[in-house]
């Protein structure tokens, strides 16, 4: 799974264990925010498997 972050932040792919269609798992991917950093941004992960994807995105708010 990767995940896409505003510039400055860092963040490393993360590997999926196997899942059944239909089957979900909770994934932690660490992520570094940029010093100085604040406000509302939005993150994208996107899950690929057997050349194929899929993604969602989210807002999150970083408070100094």
């Given amino acids: 799974m990767d995940l896409t972050v505003p510039g400055g932040w860092t963040t490393s792919r993360v590997v999926v264990p196997a899942l059944n269609p239909g ?3 909770n994934v ?3 992520v570094t925010v940029s010093a100085g950093a604040s ?3 939005t993150l994208t992960a996107t899950y690929r498997a057997s050349d194929k994807q899929a993604s969602g995105s989210a807002t999150v708010t ?3």
């Fill in 28 to 30: 932690q991917v660490p």
């Fill in 39 to 41: 406000g509302s941004v």
């Fill in 62 to 64: 970083v408070t100094p």
């Fill in 23 to 25: 089957q979900g798992a």
